[in-house]
T-cell receptor, first 113, second 113 residues
Framework: DGGITQSPKYLFRKEGQNVTLSCEQN?????MYWYRQDPGQGLRLIYYSQIVNDFQKGDIAEGYSVSREKKESFPLTVTSAQKNPTAFYLC????????????FGPGTRLLVL | DQQVKQNSPSLSVQEGRISILNCDYT??????FLWYKKYPAEGPTFLIS?????DKNEDGRFTVFLNKSAKHLSLHIVPSQPGDSAVYFC????????????FGAGTRLFVKA
C-alpha cells in the first residue's frame, strides 16, 4: 500500500532539547511538506521541498530545520529555539505542480514536558 | 492576515439533510481550491477540488460551488450521513505560486442520526 508514515504518534520534548519527527513516503512524490496545526487555526506551512537536497522555508520556519537527503524521507527537527513547540505536526507529499493534491500522513503530536 | 477564512467553527446537521460549509478568501490570485476532510488523530484527506475556470464541481454527494466575484466557495453534502462527521478544511493555491497552499481553520461538522 502506498502512503505516508509519520513517527512517532506522540513525542515529548524536554526544555532545551531538539527532537526529530520522521516522515516517509512511498508514493514516488517529488514534493514534500511539513505543516503545523494549532487549535482553531488552519495548517501552517513550516518547510517544503520540491526535490532531493533542496528545501524552502514556509511561513513559520523559525525554530525548525529539515533535510531532504532521500526522495522518500523528509525529517523535521524541532530545535530548542522553537519556544512554543506544542502542536500537531502533519507531513504531506505531492507530485510537482502548483495545483496538486497533497497526501497527508497521520500526524505527530508534540508535547513539552 | 488570514487569506482563507472559514468563519463557522462548527456545524450540526440532521442525517439526510444538506450540509453547507462555507469558505471565503481574500487573494484574487488564487485559482485552485480544495476541500480536505479530517478525522480525529488522522491526517487530512482530499475530498474535492475546483479550478477558477469553473463555478461548480460535483462528485457523488459532494458539490463545491465557487463564486469568484464574491471570493466565496461552499461545499454541499447531500444527503448528510453520520460518517461525514469530521473537520473540513478549505484550501486555496495559485498555479504561479507553486507550492504554497493556504488552509482555512476548518469547520467541524456533526451529523446527527
Amino acid at each position: 500500500d502506498g502512503g505516508i508514515t509519520q513517527s512517532p504518534k506522540y513525542l515529548f520534548r524536554k526544555e532545551g532539547q531538539n527532537v526529530t519527527l520522521s516522515c516517509e513516503q512511498n508514493l514516488n512524490h517529488d514534493a514534500m511538506y511539513w505543516y503545523r496545526q494549532d487549535p482553531g487555526q488552519g495548517l501552517r506551512l513550516i518547510y517544503y521541498s520540491q526535490i532531493v537536497n533542496d528545501f524552502q522555508k514556509g511561513d513559520i520556519a523559525e525554530g525548525y530545520s529539515v533535510s531532504r537527503e532521500k526522495k522518500e524521507s523528509f525529517p523535521l527537527t524541532v530545535t530548542s529555539a522553537q519556544k512554543n513547540p506544542t502542536a500537531f505536526y502533519l507531513c504531506a507529499s505531492s507530485i510537482v505542480g502548483g495545483w496538486e493534491t497533497q497526501y497527508f500522513g497521520p500526524g505527530t503530536r508534540l508535547l513539552v514536558l | 492576515d488570514q487569506q482563507v477564512k472559514q468563519n463557522s467553527p462548527s456545524l450540526s446537521v440532521q442525517e439526510g439533510r444538506i450540509s453547507i460549509l462555507n469558505c471565503d478568501y481574500t487573494n484574487s490570485m488564487f485559482d485552485y481550491f480544495l476541500w480536505y476532510k479530517k478525522y480525529p488523530a488522522e491526517g487530512p484527506t482530499f475530498l474535492i477540488s475546483i479550478s477558477s475556470i469553473k463555478d461548480k464541481n460535483e462528485d457523488g454527494r459532494f458539490t463545491v460551488f465557487l463564486n469568484k466575484s464574491a471570493k466565496h466557495l461552499s461545499l454541499h453534502i447531500v444527503p448528510s450521513q453520520p460518517g461525514d462527521s469530521a473537520v473540513y478544511f478549505c484550501a486555496a493555491s495559485e498555479a504561479t505560486g507553486g507550492f504554497k497552499t493556504i488552509f482555512g481553520a476548518g469547520t467541524r461538522l456533526f451529523v446527527k442520526a
